[in-house]
């Protein structure tokens, strides 16, 4: 159903690039054009998709990958922790700031690209209106729905586009050996919360209208993206990426280790109640995660776990 056929230059025999053809030579699908930027093997099989009236098509390639997590780790292990600091970014994920850094880089949206996400959702909001309105099944809920779905791709591919952007930024650093993330469980943490019932047939409140104006948020800064793609880019730079405990990492002080609830006084300001010790919240809860990103190499954390053999 799928066939690649090179595209070669007459008199050189130069390959410039492929050609994909989908279907068979008597029922041909169509054709499409690409440029191969490594070597790759024909695949046993590729994936056509349709998103927004849109058709997308991929396919798997393994490719040999001799990243070493345990050597990188081991060398970096020998530091002393002077060098480490260096050497070693904290990376703590917010709301209002996607990411902010150890070395003090906040990383986030432009503000092109915020109004660009505020106008697609404003688009969303006002066609699901008029889906509401109209009969389903006719001209018009279909291109109601169409306008939603375009709505909702060009938000998904903004977000995607900023993760990319974001996570070569961090990985591309030439002083930076190792990345520490906060071990997040972003599903769990964007879950809709239970239902209480009241014993009296209904319900009672539960937050879910605010707990979902916060999932939304987190979802829209792209803290499980941004994480992945940062992996797959350092293991590919030679780079180590570790997840570290999230616990009180906000209510920590940087300087003299107090944690208290008291220390974070907005969403942006952290005063140390011990100490007097004042920053940026965002950036004081990075460094918190830098250094508990080089306790993790001290500790030897980037040793693969060994599987658990079931019983017999």
């Known amino acids: 159903m799928f066939r690649f056929e090179p595209v070669i230059v007459s008199g050189t025999g130069a390959v410039t690039g492929y050609d994909l053809h989908l279907g068979t030579k008597r029922h041909l699908i169509g054709r499409i054009q690409f440029k191969a930027h490594r070597a790759f093997e024909v695949p046993a099989s590729i994936t056509l998709s349709v998103e927004a009236g849109r058709w997308f098509l991929s396919f798997c390639n393994e490719n040999e990958n001799t990243y070493d997590s345990v050597a990188i780790g081991d060398r970096l292990a020998a530091l002393p922790d002077e060098e480490l600091i260096k050497r070693v970014k904290g990376i703590d994920r917010g709301v209002a700031v996607p990411v902010y850094t150890s070395d003090g880089e906040a990383l986030g949206f432009t503000d092109a690209e915020q109004k660009r996400l505020a106008k697609r959702e404003r688009q969303i909001k006002r066609w699901q209106k008029k889906l509401d309105r109209r009969e389903e099944g006719s001209r018009g809920y279909r291109k109601a729905r169409h306008r939603i779905a375009r709505a909702h791709q060009y938000r998904r591919n903004v977000r995607e586009d900023r993760a990319h952007k974001i996570s070569r930024i961090l990985v591309d650093d030439p002083r ?93 300001r952290f005063v140390c109640q011990r100490c007097g010790h004042t920053a940026n919240a965002d950036h004081n809860a990075s460094i918190n995660i830098r250094r508990r990103g080089i306790e993790a190499i001290r500790e030897g954390e980037y040793h693969p776990k060994a599987r658990k053999k079931p019983c017999a």
């Not at 979902?212 to 793609?229: K, V």
């Not at 180590?240 to 940087?254: D, G, K």
Request: glycine letters at 8%.
């Open 176 to 268: 930076t050996e190792a990345i520490a993330f906060e071990n997040l469980d972003v599903r769990s943490m964007t879950g809709r919360p239970k239902p209480k019932p009241d014993g009296k047939g209904g319900f009672e409140r539960n937050g879910a209208r605010a707990k979902s104006g916060l999932n939304c948020a987190i979802l829209d800064r792209s803290w499980g993206q941004i994480r992945i793609f940062t992996k797959y880019k350092a293991s590919r730079a030679g780079k180590l990426v570790l997840p570290v405990s999230a616990h009180h990492t906000s209510q920590e002080c940087a300087e003299c280790h107090h944690t208290h609830p008291d220390n974070r006084l907005s969403q942006d």
